[in-house]
């Protein structure tokens, strides 16, 4: 193969331009990052001769060797994993492959200043990061397996990389680094050694280092004997596999931060044993910062799954259910056989109640957290609630601990925080037999809507139901502490309090009363709506539009509509105030003259305003807005 020189991907070049100049202010880690790259290509070659021996003579000394040189201002890292080939270099370190790290960057160019560098470094830059600290890298590799040719890959990192044929005995991938200026500090064993120390001590196979040592001369006042000895820099002891209290949480902080790629600190350490019908290790976290591609069904990964210390794969979604995606770690079974292949894993017995412990597991710890320390919760909600809300829909095992878990907006939430539905049945009035919510698009539109008004005049709190996933929740979120979920905006309302009778009888009259109007209203909006009559839920407003027990509100019908389904145009029903001015003059009109055209104009508007308060368009807006303008010139 000739020498080909390639631009990087433009994605690439941005990536690099803004993890040379911002990226880490501790630049070191640039080590961690090609350390995890080696032990995970290690990780790779081991899987594979699992079950193609000719990958290997079974006798392997798996292992990942440092080679600094002074004099060349050089770094080495040498690993006999699962290499390269040509086509695989050229997809893995001239694009990006990963779509997480692709979606970042779309939303930088939108949002420049999202965070600064914490923020970026959520992003598995990897390999990338050796150019904070080299202004050339080259990486030569060879695939493992039967016929494969060495190649040379090298770059300054300024927008192009060249790569051609070369020589290489051994499968496995040396990534050799060319420090820039005032970096020679990372040529020194001891900034070597307490790099690999702090971050990379848990990885699985020996990361050694030649390292000269002084033995003082047998025979008197002659010069120390100097001798090279390779060592082992790292204790290698999974991190998992060790009791708590020999880990400290800084270990698993930085472990935390090889398998997720996040920069940021979890937020909880899940590490337990599993003893009894199924034996498994398991060390899990609960993120603090959602990732950016939480929502992109593509990138979500799974669990890394170990089996009796043998990696299997880093992306095990069989282990959770998709509403607790954000969960990473490590299981480690020793009930699985060693040659598991990924179709079994999607049905197997063990993976199963590893399951169903893990996600008991983590429930229970978010409910400490819930009870322990609320602003965590809080925070930890804000970030991931969205997600864990679809677990009461899917998990009808877990559905009870999941709903004391969920939290939603309400017309009494401080500070814009959400409540448990816990919170608001303890400060229900004795008065108040169910819990109320509606369903909107926003909070704002939610808090504004006038099938409010008579709960607030009651005193009885309204829970949000904002997220387009909560439409969904909400048929099987159907009561909570034996008492029933009602929408505001559905159905008759019945509060069943002392003046229910009084309440009764001045309905009764202004039934009767109104009766003709009502009538004649319904005529005229036939077409739209099914049914006209007064409401016990508005105090200020005139009018507002409700569903009836069984039909489809207008929030449902727009989440349909955004999905391209086909909704049936439903009727609803239209409530008017018999309390409220309009009303009256109405009534008026129509008992002058019930042709007069001012009528039907009210009409009109009476329930155009009621379509926007639920956030709908009005029918005919341009005839909306003339009818608005001669009734403001009418009233000057
Ligand atoms: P990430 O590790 O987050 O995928 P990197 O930029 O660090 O991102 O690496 C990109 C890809 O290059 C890796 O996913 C891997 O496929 C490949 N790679 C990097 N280093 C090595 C290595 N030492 N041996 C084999 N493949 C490697």
Known sequence: MAKKTRKFKTEVQQLLDIVIHSLYSKKEIYLRELLSNASDAI?????????????????????????????????????NGVGMNAEEIDQNLGTIANSGTRNFLESLKNAKDAGGPEFIGQFGVGFYASFMVADKVTVLTKRAGKDQEAILWTSDGTGKYSIEQAEKEAAGTEVTLHFREDMDEFLEEWKIRGTVKEYSDYVSYPITMDVERKEPSEKEGEEPVATIEEETLNSMKAIWKKAKSEVSEEEYNEFYKHVSHDYTDPLRVIHYIAEGTTE???????????????????????????????????????????????????????????NVSREMLQDDA???RIRKSIVGKILSELSDIKDAKRDDYLGFYNQFGKVLKEGVHSDFENHDKLKDLVMFRSTSSEDENPVLLRDYVDRMPSSQKEIYYITSDSVETAASSPHLEAFKEKGYEVLFFVDPIDEWIVQRLTEYDGKKLKAVDRGDIDFEGEDEKADSE???????????????????????????????????????????????????????????????????????????????????????????????????????????????????????????????????
């Not at 000719?54 to 002074?70: A, C, F, H, Y």
């Not at 498994?280 to 609960?286: E, V």
């Not at 105090?539 to 207008?554: I, K, P, R, W």
């Not at 929030?555 to 008017?576: C, F, H, S, T, Y």
Request: with cysteine; glycine share 4%; proline share 3%.
């Open 43 to 79: 990780d790779r070659a081991r899987f594979e001769s699992l079950t193609d021996k000719s990958l290997t003579d079974g006798s392997e000394d798996w292992k990942i060797k440092i080679v600094p040189d002074k004099e060349a201002r050089t770094l080495a890292i040498i690993d």
């Open 280 to 338: 498994f290790r398991a060390l899990l976290y609960i993120p603090s910062q959602a990732p950016f591609d939480l929502f992109f069904r593509d990138s979500i990964k799974g669990i890394h799954l170990y089996v009796k210390n043998v990696y299997i794969t880093d992306d095990c979604k069989e282990l959770l259910p998709e509403y607790l995606r954000f969960v990473r770690g490590v299981v480690d079974s020793s009930d699985l056989p060693l």
């Open 350 to 352: 063990i993976i199963r």
């Open 506 to 636: 001045a309905e009764n009259e202004a039934k009767e009363e109104y009766k003709d109007l009502l009538d004649f209203i319904q005529k005229q909006l036939d077409d739209d709506v099914k049914e006209v009559r007064l409401s016990k839920r508005l105090t200020d407003s005139v009018c507002c539009l409700v569903a009836d027990e069984a039909g489809m509100n207008a929030n449902m019908e727009r989440i349909m509509r955004a999905m391209n389904q086909d909704v049936p145009k439903g009727k609803r029903i239209l409530e008017l105030n018999p309390g409220h001015d309009v009303l009256k003059n109405m009534k008026e009109i129509f008992e002058k003259d019930k042709d007069d055209q001012v009528l039907a104009d009210f009409i009109d508007l009476v329930y155009g305003q009621a379509l926007i308060a639920e956030g709908s368009q009005v029918k005919n807006p341009s005839r909306f807005a003339k009818l608005v303008s001669s009734l403001m010139v009418g009233s000057g």
